[in-house]
Structures are given as C-alpha cells and as structure tokens.
C-alpha cells in the first residue's frame, strides 16, 4: 500500500504554470516590441555612421588645407606649375620633408587616414576607401590627377539630410 499524504490533491491544484494561450500571448508582445525596436536600432547605427563620415572628412579636408598652407609658406618643395596639394592621401600621414628646417626635420599631417565609414571592404586600405578629387578637376565630375585637392565618399546611396553621400 502507498503512503499518500492527505492533502495531495490540493498540492496539486495549486501548482502554478503558464498555459499555452498566456505563452503565445507572451511572444506575441515581445514580437511587437522587437518590431518597433530594430528600426530604431537601424537609424541609430545610420546616424552613427553618418557623424563618422563627417568627422573624417572634416579631418582630411582639414589636413589638405594645412598642406596647401605649408606649401605656399615654402615648408614643402614643389615644382613651378604644381597646385601646392598633396600627390597621394597616403603623404598626410607618411609626412614630407620641411624645406625650411635644417636638421631635416618631417611635417605630418595626420597620424592616419581615415577609413571611410560606409565602406564595407575591410580588405582595402584606408586610402583606397576614399574617392579623390584633383585640383584640376570639376566638383561635379571629380577625377583623380596629379594631386589631392578633396575627397568623397564612394557610397552611392542618398544620407539622411537627403543629399547624396559622395557630395558632402
């Protein structure tokens, strides 16, 4: 004979769980609420980006001035016919030698270059993710040339302002 004690039946009905219909109920909510949340969670990481593409263009754009600057001041050699600009992104950061100075002495620019942020090729360098506009050339139809006198975004799509990225 099995020992039972008297008020199991109780125990039992007062067990305490979730139904199907409360479980469904219960994914249904979040389903709503992970709806509304990755759209969000999109603009914020498209708004992120965007502040990033601006902070590295304002600093390569920031650093081709100082070039220019250094270079009609005499600190940088160039040729007779040359704008006074950068010939690659690559020199900002390498640095050039100061023609004024007497030891030899190197002028940077940057410490690197930028990457652009809208790029998805991880395999280029930081350079090769930049679209590069000549002195020579249009800012409508930039080509690159002998020097770097701006830079672009090479993303095709439209930013949030409604313009599109390579004309910021």
Do not use: C
Request: charge should be positive; proline fraction near 5%.
């Amino acid at each position: 004979m099995k020992f039972r004690h008297p008020g199991h039946r109780k125990l039992l009905a007062g067990r305490s769980g979730f139904t199907i219909v409360e479980m469904l109920v219960t994914i249904v909510i979040i389903s709503v609420l992970a709806s509304a949340v990755m759209p969000m969670a999109e603009l914020t990481l498209r708004r992120n980006k965007e502040q990033d593409l601006r902070r590295a263009l304002l600093q390569i754009r920031e650093a081709l001035d100082a070039y220019k600057v250094a270079s009609d001041k005499g600190h940088i050699a160039r040729q007779v016919g040359e704008s006074g600009f950068p010939p690659t992104l690559a020199t900002l950061a390498n640095g050039v030698v100061d023609a004024k100075s007497q030891n030899g002495a190197k002028l940077y620019f940057l410490r690197r270059i930028p990457r652009d942020p809208l790029n998805q090729d991880i395999s280029l360098p930081a350079e090769d993710t930049w679209g590069k506009r000549s002195y020579e050339s249009s800012a409508i139809d930039p080509k690159e040339g002998k020097d770097v006198y701006d830079v672009y975004s090479l993303d095709v799509r439209t930013g949030m302002n409604g313009i599109e990225y390579k004309q910021w």
